[in-house]
């Protein structure tokens, strides 16, 4: 694979200097001469001679997501004096391919289609439409607008079957994963925007969804990408709150594996799966709304899985099928036996986890996994749901007491779960809404003084809920400890590699600290 890097400046000084700047970090430079005029044949040859590495040389108009609005002519005068002044490549949209004609060797024509209204069903036909205008030595550029996953998912299996003719991948949000992933399914490039470098005004993508060059390399694995590496990812939606690329991509450089992890957002499961059938898929990371269906999907379950009827992990099987597994119920049982071993010590509590009493707040995936969790340790389980039919059906099938919202206050607790997205500075889940920052799931002066709390929210560390539960004295165990223990069992059945916890914390802490999720 190779990393081409695009500039884009107003004039030719500001143009050149970026770009010998930052070639050494990348495969190519591209020089996006959107607004810039010719610069004179000696000013080309000078760059080209002085840059380190290959150079594309390429003007985009409102087609390409640019702004030139120059003459045709002056258009293809600097395309051919590129290419005799040095340039390896030069990109030509497709339908002025044959007006422009074949370029000066060595160099080479990239010719490029750009559908920026979405992705159509029919790629091959629209692949086969470029081919008829090219020349021998060209190379076939393709980029679709993602408006979902799904179609990122398409064109990755549309270059499968170019085997290594197209380069391409999707513009816009929705398409990002795909300029990380098109290697692996045989784009020869992939596209980044500049890093960003000290004392230098950070350079706008010159496409929607382009990641910076210092965050692709971030994320790749140290050999680089290969037709070998292996995929993982996070399913949601939204997704856009994840840390879990951030902290499964550390996890995959300590050990050294030849794999990514990338964030998925899909519309519909089904179909994202559907479309996600190529064997580099090896593991999967599934969050709301889609557990319950992946449950459906696996067509092997670990037991306790297939007991909650929820799958937050799904593994590839060598004849293509997928493994549910559930993470969550092992993370919080580690969380709550590693607490109650400190907290049991005081006189008048619990001596032992099957006599305490657990009240579980919310009725979503996570409040599954804590009540399977809980009762597993044997303790008597109640749980209390905004939704009082949903709360009654899943007491029902867990096999726990339901508890109305408005009783919480009535019920006798020693351990308080909390399983609900309030408190959280994320996104809408699968429980609420809404969720903001400064909400409380319930009035303080209903925590127990003394209690054991147990908040399921990881941002921030310190959620309003363990924030009043420490004023009233109780112990409390932050969301963090929660999703790396989980992340740490699903890396180990991904991988067969058994995670490094405190790497976890660690790079989960960066995370936040970075601004990430």
């Not at 051919?80 to 002025?96: E, Q, S, T």
């Not at 996600?276 to 889609?290: M, Q």
């Not at 400190?342 to 009240?359: C, I, T």
Request: negative net charge; glycine residues 10%; proline residues 6%.
């Amino acid at each position: 694979m190779a990393i081409v890097t695009s500039f884009l400046a107003p004039d030719w000084a500001t143009l050149t200097q970026r770009a010998l700047r930052q070639a050494q970090l990348a495969d190519l430079v591209e020089l996006r001469m959107d607004e810039i005029p010719h610069p004179g044949m000696d000013a080309m040859r000078a760059f080209f001679k002085a840059c380190p590495k290959p150079v594309i040389v390429t003007i985009g108009g409102p087609e390409a997501f640019g702004t030139f609005g120059g003459t045709q002519e002056e258009h293809f005068a600097l395309l051919r004096d590129a290419a005799v002044a040095g340039a390896r490549f030069v990109d030509i949209d497709w339908r002025l391919s044959l007006e422009l004609g074949e370029v000066e060797p060595p160099c080479h024509r990239i010719v490029s289609r750009h559908e920026l209204d979405g992705t159509p069903e029919d790629l091959v036909a629209l692949d086969e439409e470029i081919r008829e205008v090219l020349y021998e030595g060209d190379a076939v550029k393709f980029v679709t607008h993602a408006d979902c996953t799904e179609d990122g998912l398409r064109m990755l299996r549309h270059l499968r079957r170019t085997r290594g003719g197209t380069i391409g991948f999707c513009s816009g949000a929705a398409g990002s994963f795909t300029r990380i992933l098109a290697p692996i399914f045989g784009s020869p490039f992939t596209y980044a925007a500049p890093a960003i470098m000290p004392g230098e005004e950070a350079q706008e993508p010159t496409a929607p969804g382009q990641l910076r060059l210092g965050e692709l390399l971030g994320i790749l694995p140290p050999g680089g990408l290969s037709h070998e590496t292996a995929v993982f990812g996070v399913v949601g939606n939204p997704i856009g709150h994840s840390v879990s690329p951030f902290i499964h991509g550390m996890a995959l450089k300590h050990v050294g594996l030849d794999g990514v992890y990338v964030a998925f957002e899909p519309k519909d499961f089904d179909a994202f799966l559907d479309l996600a059938d190529d064997p580099v898929f090896r593991g999967l990371s599934v969050t709301a709304p889609f557990k319950e269906r992946a449950a459906v999907r696996a067509k092997r379950m670990e037991e306790r899985a297939k007991t909650l009827g929820a799958v937050n992990t799904l593994v590839r099987r060598n004849d293509g099928s997928w493994t549910g597994a559930n993470t969550d119920i092992s993370a919080v049982r580690t969380c709550l036996e590693k607490a109650f071993g400190v907290w049991s010590k005081e006189p008048g509590r619990p001596v032992g986890m099957a006599l305490a009493q657990v009240l579980v707040l919310g009725t979503g995936g996570a409040a599954r996994a804590a009540i399977g969790a809980a009762l597993d340790i044997g303790s008597t389980v109640a749980v209390a749901g905004r939704d009082g039919d949903r709360t009654g059906v899943l007491a029902h099938e867990m096999g726990c007491q339901a508890v109305r919202w408005e009783d919480i206050g009535s019920v006798s607790y020693d351990i308080l779960i909390h399983c609900t997205p309030l408190g959280s500075v994320g996104p809408d889940s699968e429980d609420t809404p809404r969720a903001t920052g400064d909400q409380m799931p319930i009035p303080a002066e209903l925590l127990r003084p003394g209690s054991l709390v147990f908040d399921a929210v990881y941002r921030p560390v310190r959620t309003p809920l363990l924030a009043a539960a420490q004023e009233r004295g109780c112990m409390c165990i932050p969301g963090a400890e929660w999703f790396v223990r989980q992340a740490a069992s699903q890396f180990e059945l991904f991988t067969s590699h058994q995670a490094d916890d405190s790497l976890l914390r660690a790079a989960f802490e960066g995370a936040l600290a970075q601004g990430r999720g």
